[in-house]
């Protein structure tokens, strides 16, 4: 079996990689970063996402599996301590595969050149480069709402507990192949109005947004921020691809909720 790691790069995080690059090396796995089955994040979420966007060409191939060596990680299931019973599980044991939905984003643009498509594993989140956003909402090509305010985020189910959740979006069990949206400060008054509630919807349809007051926008993927200019539409709908996950041991998506933000430790 072929494996990578990546490290967030802080020194607990590099001597962890280190080790267990020469404890799975010990078991003849191979290490080769260009091709891996098996990746191993070491460092919190922000670092299981960077790995999720360098593999991202490779989904179908590449299973990922997280080490949290700081606070407790939404995809980390490993910490520290059991570094040495991850490596045995990863070189003798015959993994799970869990998979998780993902968010697909098409980025039009109003001269007609080449459209752009990302892959997100939590959300996508759309702002104006200046000033309130304004866009039509359509839902399956019908005009749902005209929006007004600072901007708009797009998420996963999974992704429903990351910025979704601070938006006061629902959080969604990953079995839900769905995406939401949720707004950021919409304006509503006499003049203006939106729907004011997060929307989920389902696999089979498509969410638009079409700008009103302005074509140049600041789209993030995750942790990637990427400004668009001239843009006529920008796409989202579950995407065809999917995530993977490798599990040693059972880790329910209700508990790892529960654990992120409820557990006292007790």
């Given at each position: ?7 967030k790069g ?125 866009m ?40 839900l ?5 949720a ?30 007051n ?41 508990k ?11």
């Amino acid at each position: 079996m072929k494996f990578a790691i990546t490290s967030k790069g802080n020194p607990a995080s590099n001597a962890l990689t280190q080790k267990v690059r020469t404890y799975l090396q010990d078991f003849e796995m191979v290490y080769d970063e260009g091709n891996p089955d098996i990746v191993i994040s070491i460092g919190g979420d922000g670092t299981l996402l960077y790995a999720f966007h360098r593999y991202s060409s490779r989904l179908d191939k590449t299973a990922f599996v997280g080490v949290h060596t700081g606070h407790l990680g939404f995809y980390a299931d490993w910490v520290p301590s059991e570094i040495e019973k991850l490596v045995i599980a990863i070189a003798k044991t015959p993994y799970q595969i869990v998979e998780y939905p993902l968010l697909e984003v098409v980025i039009r643009y109003r001269s007609g050149g080449k459209e752009m498509r990302y892959l997100a594993l939590n959300e996508s989140t759309v702002k104006g480069l200046v000033g309130t956003l304004v866009m039509d909402v359509e839902i399956r090509g019908d005009h749902f709402e005209r929006f007004r305010g600072d901007g708009l985020c797009v998420s996963t189910p999974s992704g429903s507990t990351a910025y979704n959740k601070a938006l006061g979006g629902a959080i969604i069990h990953p079995s839900l192949h769905s995406i939401q949206l949720a707004e950021m400060a919409s304006i509503n008054n006499r003049v203006f109005r939106t729907v004011g509630s997060p929307l989920i919807l389902p696999e089979h349809h498509t969410l638009e947004l079409k700008p009103v007051n302005s074509n140049d926008f600041h789209v993030t993927m995750d942790h990637l921020t990427i400004m668009h200019r001239d843009v006529k539409s920008i796409q989202f709908k579950v995407a065809k691809e999917k995530v993977r996950f490798a599990r040693f041991r059972p880790f329910p998506f209700w508990k790892r909720v529960h654990d992120s933000f409820i557990s006292d430790g007790r």
